[in-house]
Each structure stands twice: as structure tokens, then as C-alpha cells.
């Protein structure tokens, strides 16, 4: 009964299935029903009954999208609404949040990124990276090395697998192969009758190697016979047997594609020449065609024929003649003077073609009588002649002829004797009214003969004089002819007369017509200019004749002197400089620099009473003058005159009551070594003018030179209370300080200087100098880079700041100071250290003459740069260009400069001169 109660395990296999229930549905399989079990039209369960199964499993749902959608409105809940702009201005704000907020993550969110792509970097670099130094290297490695480098081979470290196939041969290659190294030794009896070898062909035909042996040399013979000329021309050439071979190595060989081209050229050329036989650069087109393919006797024979068919055209008959030999081309070129005698090329080339002068001329007298109006024969015919009276009779004829040719008229008067020659130009003014040349010729003609003998100074003037009436008249006639050159025009004919040697006639032309088309009020402007460019260009006559011009119609005005005396001094004599400061000091009496001038060539010249007695002149004129005073002083402390000196600086206190008058009256004092007087005169200097700064300075530098230095403390002070804008006392009151071991007041000084003159380069220049003695290169590094940011543009700081830069980075530095500083002298002369310390002689040569030619004011006035210079010379350069330098520094006068100056003032070298100074300051330099 136990038994009987127990439940069947196996019980619920005879009990049918779920409604839902699919077989394997359970285990991810995907069941299968069929007709059998679902019966005829058995429904599938319902989406109730599916649900509550997927329950019992723990699956989700699925949730209907449209389940909770509006059945009124079919786009959406808000979809019918307005949307207004208050919507949209909600919109925009939250939209820009969101992109604050991204910007704000996104800079935190890159600089992570790069943090931790740099971390990966320096964790696992890339294979370019771990060899980049071994291809630094790479640099290094010499040809030697490079060719010494093994062969690689093979670094697999694997066996290669040996093709080891083998394919059957078949018998026919054997066989061929081993009878091509046979030799057949015997001849049969066909061979033997026929002298040749019988050899079968595809096609059956027989090859006879004897015969096209006899036919290559037939053909090599037929080419040598056309090659000479003698297979179809008639025209004899020469050729050499022995050089044949050897000039066959300079044939140029032509390429396919160039075969190619002459082909299709040559097609074309042939239809053009037979469609118009007429045009005769068809002709000529088509035999240098011939000529480039190297086939002389086919151009040859275009060329004839071309001659044929164009028979009244010169280029063709010349083409013919220029592609045969000389002897042929005089056939040629006879034939062509039968059809075209009018041509003068014709003529001309015939008579290139003759060697000896007597054939030459009998061409081209032959050519006369066919072309007697061609000024080119008869010039040629002329230059043939030997002597001159030869020359002079066919000119004689040639002008009967052509009476129109200037050109021949001018060379016939050159042949004349001075008499006839006038008579030969009067005859040429009369066929030739309208010649300007024949006009000059005259007037060079009468220059000529005013020099030509010995003959007092007044008949000279007198004969001269009638240079300028014959130019004179010569531009009216030429006015009444209607011939109206221009301005510019007659400036050229003057300057071709200079550079002839006809130096009267050229000044002729400019009185006769500097004036012409020139505004009244521009005449001025206009002449000098003229006489600029002229200058520019060298013809120094032309400037002078225009400068004396422009003196006569304004004599008065002292910049012309000047132009005029600066030009004789740079190219005349010392006599004609003499004159024209003569003639201006004379105009201009109150010019004060001309009268300064004179005297100081006079002085220059040696001639010390000479200028003592123009001074005296200039003190009629100009009594109350300051330059004149000075002057006057200067030469007699030079001379040695200290007494007379002496009591003209008293006079001209009294007389001419200046400033700088009380200042060299101090200085001359502190010179003869009265220093208590020359305080004495500062004291009353000062009193007089008390914004004069020098007198400050001078009254410091001798309290100084006393060793007082609180009285020079207190002049300096004084001086900077007054005078606070003068930077020169700032700059002294700072160096004394200094000098008194006080640098913290010395930077406070300058600094206080920089407040007062706000970008002044000067004072940071100073204030960098301050630090570098004191030994702070770095504060004086920082203060440069602050001197810089106020003065981008001073090429005084770009220069310190060069040479404060490590020797590899300087050049860099010198860029940079270029660019912003542009063409200053000092850092031109900064570029020149530059190569002169990488041992560059011709560019630090050409970047000094830079820096002394490159100026605001004018940069020769800086003395340091011209004795830098001097000291490359020194070390560099020959005896000659040592000289030439100073020669240049003394000529310019150089007045400034750190070092120059010093020197310059210091009492030690008050006599000395400008050679000694720049000697003196090249040797201070380091």
C-alpha cells in the first residue's frame, strides 16, 4: 500500500502540454510546431497568455511606443503648441550653457589628454624618435666610412629553399648548341664556282656575301662623291681623305623623335614651296632645315631652286651665298647683282667675300655706280682709303651725291684743314638747315682752334667767346626751322661734347639751353637738381657749367656758393675753388660759413697770412659774429699764437656776447692750465646763461680734475636743476659717482634721467654700462631687455645686445637687430665684428664701408665706428688700405662716439690731430 501512495516521476510526460508551450523555447533554441500539433486551425496563444508566461520566466515586457501617445495628436504632447521667442531666447541660453560648461570641461579635459599622450610618449616613443640622435649623427660620417660600411646579405637567419625542379630538354637544343661552336673548313663545288656561300632562306632566295661586300663600297664611295660636291652641283669643295673618319666623331646624332620632327617639318616646307613658289622664306625655311638634318647638297639644291623662283628677293641670294663655299658664293652673289643691283646687303656681302683690299674696293666702287645714294657704300668706300686725300676726294663726291648725309658732311669736315672745314660746315648748315650736329660741330671746330696755337689768354677768351654765339645762334636757327629739341635732349648733347673732350662747347650748350621750358618760380628747384644728377653721373662740366648758369640769374643766394664750392672742392683744383669762394664771399658778405670756408682753405693750403687776412675781411662784414670769432681764435692758438688767441676771446666777449664764446673762453683757459681763472669765467658764464649745459659740464670736469668731488657734485646737480632735458650731464653726474665707488647713486641718477627724457637710448646704454662694471652681467641683461622694450629701434642697444649673446646665437641676434633697427651704423658695425671674428675679410670689409656710409645725421661723424675699422685694417689689411681709411676718417671729420670723444677732449690731446685721435681711440678699443 506504501508503495502504491509514492508519486509517479514520470507522470507528467503523459499530461498534455501548455498552451504556449513551444519545444527548446526554454534553452535559447527556437521551436518548431507542425500540422500535428497544432492541429486543423488551432489558434495561437493569446498576447495574455504570452505575457503571463514570460513572467513565470522573468523576462520584461515589451513596451509599446505608442502606448502613451496622444491619439490626438500624432507628432507629440507639445506638438500643437506656439512656439514663441521667449522659447527660442530659452533655448539660446541653455544651449549657450551647455557650450560654457563643454568649453570649461574640454580645456581640463585636452590638457589630460596631452598629459597622458606625452606620458605614453616618454613610456613608448616611436622608432623615429629612439633614432633620432643616431641620424644627428649620420651627419658626421665621412665618405670613407660610408664606403666601408659591409654588404648586409641575408639576416633572416633562415636556409633558403633551393629550387631543385629540373625540365627535359629536347634534342633539338642539344644538337643546335653543339654545332654553333663548329666551323665549316671546306668549300663545295657551288662555292668554289661562284666566289660566294649559298645560304637557304625561308623564302627560298639565295644570300651572295660577295656581292653586298662590292655593293658597301660602292655605296661608301657614291656618299664620299657626294659629300665633295661633285655627284650633281657642278660646284668643286674640298675634302679631306685623311680626317674623314675623324670628323665623322663630331656628327650629331639625331634622335627618333627628332627624325621624327624634321620629317613632318620637311613635309611641310615641301607643300608650302609648291603651293606658293613665290615666297621666298619658304625657300629659306626649308634649306635650313636641310642644314640642321645635315644634308647640305638637299639644301643646297632648295636653295638654288628657291634662287630660281625668287629671283627679286635679296634674303634668298644671301641664304645661297651663305651655304656654299667662297668661291661659289661670288658666282652666287653675281648672279644676284644681275636681278636685284638696287640691294646694298647684296654689295656688302660680296664685298666681305673678297680678301684683298684692292678687289674690296673695286665691289664696292662697282656698287656705287648702281647705288650712288647709300651713305653705308660710300662710308665703307671711304674707310677703305689709306690717305686722307684719297678719303677727302670720294667725300667730296659722296656729299655732291647725298648732300642730305650729315654723317658725311661731319667726317668730311674732319678730314679739312681748319679753314676749309668752316666752309665744309656752312655748306652742310645751308643743305641742312635743320641739324643740330653740324651746329656742335662748328662750335667744337672753334674750340679747337682756340687751343690749337699759343696764343695770349685775352685772344683765347676772345676766340671762346664765340663758342657760345655760334650755339647761341645755332638753337635760334634751328627754333626758326621748326626743330624744337627738348630740354633733356640738349643735357645729352652736352654731356656726349664732355665726354668727347670738348668741355666750351658743352658749357655753350648749357647757357644756351639750361633756361628752356622752365616755370620762372621752379628755376631754382630745376638747376640744382640738373646739376645733381649730372653730378651722379659723373660729368662734372655739365654740373659746374649748370651751377655757374644758375649763379649768374641768382647771385645771391649762399646754398648755390656752397653747392658750387663743395663741387670744386671734391673734383676741381685748389685755384678754382679759390675763385669761386672769391666770387662768393663777394656776393654774399654775410654768409658767414662761406667766408669760414676760405679761410680755412687758405689755412689748408699752408697759407696762414693768406686766411688771417680773410678772417680780417669777414670781421668788416660780419663784426658781431660768433663762427668768425671762434674761428679766428682757433688760428692763432693752432699757430702757436696763445697771446693773440688770448685777447681775441676777450674782444669777443665784449663784441659778440654768446654763450659759446664764455665756453671756449673756458676751455681755453683749462687748456694753458689756468683752471682757477676758467672757473672764474664758468662762474660768470653761468650767471649770463644759465640753460647753457656745457658750462655745467666744463665746471664739473674741473672740480673733478681737482679731485673736489662734492664741488663737482654740486656743479653736476646745479647743471641737472637747470638744464634737466640735457642728457650729457645726467650721464656725467653718474660716471662720478661711479667713479666715487657709489654705483647704488649712479643707477638712482640714471634712473631719474630716464624719467626725465622718457626713450632715450643714450641713458639705457648707460645704465647697462653701470651694471657691467659693477659686474651684474645678469641686471645688466635685464636692464637691456627693458631698453629695448622702450627703444625697439636703437641700434646703439641692439649692438650691446649682440655681443651680451653667447657666440652661437649672436648671428640670430644680428638678424633680429637688422630687422628692427634697420640701417644703423652700429649695428652695421656690429655685423662687420661678426665676420670679422669668423675670419669673413671681404664681408666685414663691405659691411664697414656700410656702417660709415649709412647715417641719419651723417655717419661719418662717429668716430668709434671709423676706428674700428682702422683696427680690422690693422689686422687684416695692407699698408694701402690701412691708409685709405684714415685717409677717409680724416676727410669726414668724426666728431661722437663712447670712445671717441674722451680721447678727443681729453687736455693730454688737445694739439693732436684727427689721424692721432682715430689712432689713439683704435688702439682703446677692445
Not at 560648461?101 to 606620458?119: G, I, P, Q, T
Request: glycine residues 6%.
Amino acid at each position: 500500500m506504501a508503495a502504491n501512495n509514492k508519486p509517479n516521476k514520470l507522470a507528467f510526460l503523459s499530461m498534455p502540454a501548455p498552451a504556449s508551450y513551444v519545444a527548446g523555447l526554454g534553452r535559447g533554441a527556437s521551436g518548431f510546431t507542425t500540422r500535428s500539433d497544432i492541429g486543423p486551425a488551432r489558434e495561437g496563444p493569446s498576447a495574455e497568455v504570452i505575457a503571463e508566461a514570460q513572467a513565470r520566466r522573468g523576462e520584461e515586457p515589451e513596451v509599446d511606443p505608442d502606448q502613451f501617445q496622444d491619439p490626438d495628436n500624432e507628432y507629440g504632447l507639445f506638438a500643437g503648441t506656439t512656439y514663441e521667442a521667449d522659447d527660442e531666447e530659452a533655448d539660446k541660453i541653455y544651449e549657450m550653457v551647455d557650450q560654457n560648461m563643454d568649453a570649461r570641461r574640454r580645456v581640463r579635459r585636452e590638457a589630460r589628454e596631452n598629459e597622458e599622450l606625452a606620458k605614453h610618449r616618454a613610456e613608448r616613443p616611436k622608432i623615429q624618435q629612439q633614432f633620432a640622435d643616431l641620424k644627428r649623427r649620420l651627419a658626421q660620417v665621412t665618405d670613407e666610412e660610408w664606403e666601408g660600411i659591409p654588404e648586409v646579405g641575408n639576416l633572416t637567419r633562415k636556409k633558403r629553399k633551393k629550387d631543385e625542379r629540373s625540365f627535359v630538354v629536347s634534342d633539338s637544343v642539344i644538337v643546335g648548341d653543339r654545332a654553333r661552336t663548329e666551323y665549316e673548313t671546306s668549300l663545295d663545288s657551288h662555292q668554289q664556282s661562284t666566289g660566294g656561300f649559298e645560304t637557304p632562306a625561308d623564302n627560298g632566295t639565295l644570300t651572295n656575301f660577295a656581292e653586298m661586300s662590292q655593293a658597301r663600297d660602292k655605296i661608301l664611295s657614291l656618299k664620299l662623291d657626294q659629300v665633295s660636291g661633285t655627284a650633281t652641283s657642278g660646284l668643286q669643295t674640298s675634302i679631306d681623305p685623311k680626317g674623314y673618319l675623324t670628323s665623322l666623331d663630331s656628327v650629331v646624332l639625331k634622335t627618333d623623335a627628332e627624325i621624327g620632327d624634321i620629317k613632318r617639318a620637311r613635309m611641310l616646307f615641301d607643300s608650302l614651296v609648291k603651293s606658293n613658289p613665290k615666297h621666298a622664306p619658304g625657300w629659306i625655311a626649308a634649306a635650313r632645315l636641310e642644314e640642321h638634318a645635315g644634308r647640305m647638297v638637299a639644301a643646297r639644291k632648295l636653295i638654288k631652286a628657291g634662287c630660281d623662283q625668287c629671283q627679286k628677293s635679296e634674303d634668298i641670294w644671301l641664304e645661297a651665298a651663305r651655304l656654299h663655299n667662297n668661291d661659289d658664293a661670288k658666282v652666287i652673289l653675281a648672279s644676284a647683282v644681275q636681278h636685284v643691283g638696287q640691294s646694298v646687303k647684296i654689295w656688302m656681302a660680296a664685298s666681305d667675300l673678297e680678301h684683298d683690299v684692292k678687289a674690296k674696293k673695286r665691289v664696292l666702287r662697282k656698287a656705287l655706280e648702281h647705288i650712288p645714294n647709300s651713305v653705308r657704300l660710300w662710308k665703307e668706300t671711304v674707310n677703305l682709303e689709306s690717305s686722307a686725300q684719297d678719303a677727302r676726294i670720294l667725300l667730296s663726291r659722296a656729299v655732291e651725291v647725298i648732300p642730305q648725309s650729315v654723317e658725311l658732311w661731319l667726317a668730311l669736315a674732319r678730314l679739312e684743314s681748319p679753314d676749309k672745314a668752316k666752309a665744309v660746315l656752312n655748306k652742310a648748315r645751308k643743305a641742312i638747315p635743320t641739324s643740330h650736329e653740324i651746329w656742335i660741330a662748328a662750335g667744337r671746330l672753334l674750340e679747337q682752334e682756340a687751343y690749337a696755337a699759343e696764343k695770349t689768354e685775352e685772344q683765347r677768351d676772345k676766340e671762346l667767346a664765340t663758342v657760345d654765339k655760334t650755339i647761341e645762334a645755332g638753337v635760334r636757327e634751328l627754333r626758326r626751322h621748326q626743330v624744337l629739341l627738348t630740354r633733356e635732349q640738349w643735357l645729352k648733347e652736352a654731356e656726349r661734347c664732355e665726354n668727347e673732350g670738348a668741355i666750351r662747347t658743352c658749357e655753350a650748350i648749357i647757357k644756351a639751353t639750361v633756361a628752356m621750358d622752365v616755370e620762372e618760380e621752379d628755376r631754382l628747384d630745376t638747376w640744382t637738381g640738373d646739376a645733381e644728377v649730372a653730378e651722379a653721373k659723373g660729368t662734372i662740366g655739365v654740373s659746374r657749367a649748370i651751377l655757374a648758369y644758375a649763379l649768374r640769374v641768382f647771385p645771391d643766394k649762399k646754398g648755390l656758393w656752397r653747392k658750387a664750392a663743395d663741387l670744386e672742392k671734391a673734383h676741381g683744383t685748389r685755384q678754382s675753388l679759390n675763385d669761386i669762394l672769391e666770387r662768393a664771399v663777394h656776393h654774399c658778405p654775410q654768409a658767414e660759413v662761406l667766408w669760414l670756408m676760405w679761410a680755412k682753405e687758405k689755412w689748408l693750403a699752408g697759407d696762414v697770412p693768406a686766411a688771417r687776412e680773410v678772417l680780417e675781411r669777414a670781421f668788416v662784414a660780419n663784426s658781431e659774429s660768433e663762427q668768425i670769432w671762434l674761428a679766428a681764435v682757433k688760428l692763432e692758438a693752432e699757430n702757436g699764437e696763445l697771446g693773440v688767441a688770448k685777447e681775441l676771446l676777450v674782444r669777443a666777449r665784449t663784441v659778440a656776447d654768446t654763450e659759446r664764446i664764455w665756453m671756449k673762453s673756458a676751455v681755453f683757459e683749462r687748456q694753458q692750465g689756468q683752471l682757477s681763472n676758467a672757473l672764474e669765467t664758468l662762474a660768470t658764464a653761468i650767471k649770463k646763461y644759465p640753460k647753457f649745459a656745457k658750462l655745467y659740464m666744463i665746471q664739473g670736469q674741473i672740480h673733478q680734475q681737482r679731485k673736489d668731488v662734492a664741488a663737482a657734485r654740486a656743479s653736476y646737480a646745479a647743471g641737472i636743476k637747470a638744464c634737466p632735458k640735457d642728457v650729457n650731464l645726467w650721464i656725467l653726474a653718474s660716471r662720478l659717482e661711479e667713479a666715487d665707488n657709489k654705483s647704488i647713486k649712479a643707477r638712482a641718477l640714471l634712473d631719474k634721467a630716464r624719467l626725465a627724457n622718457p626713450g632715450n637710448d643714450v641713458l639705457w646704454a648707460e645704465a647697462v654700462g653701470v651694471e657691467e662694471r659693477s659686474g651684474g652681467a645678469a641686471q645688466a641683461k635685464t636692464v637691456l631687455a627693458r631698453g629695448l622694450q622702450e627703444c625697439p629701434a636703437s641700434g646703439l642697444l641692439w649692438s650691446m645686445a649682440i655681443w651680451t649673446e653667447p657666440r652661437p646665437t649672436r648671428k640670430a641676434r644680428s638678424a633680429d637687430a637688422l630687422r628692427k633697427a634697420g640701417n644703423d651704423p652700429w649695428v652695421l658695425c656690429s655685423v662687420a665684428r661678426l665676420f670679422w671674428a669668423e675670419r669673413k675679410i671681404e664681408q666685414a670689409r663691405r659691411w664697414f664701408d656700410r656702417a660709415v656710409a649709412a647715417s641719419e645725421q651723417p655717419a661719418d661723424t662717429w668716430g668709434d665706428i671709423w676706428a674700428w675699422w682702422l683696427k680690422f685694417e690693422r689686422q687684416h689689411g695692407t699698408k694701402e688700405q690701412q691708409e685709405e681709411v684714415v685717409k677717409k676718417a680724416v676727410a669726414a671729420e668724426p666728431r661722437y662716439g663712447p670712445t671717441w670723444q674722451p680721447i678727443a677732449k681729453d687736455v693730454a690731446n688737445i694739439r693732436k690731430s684727427r689721424k692721432e685721435i682715430l689712432e689713439l681711440t683704435a688702439e682703446a678699443l677692445h
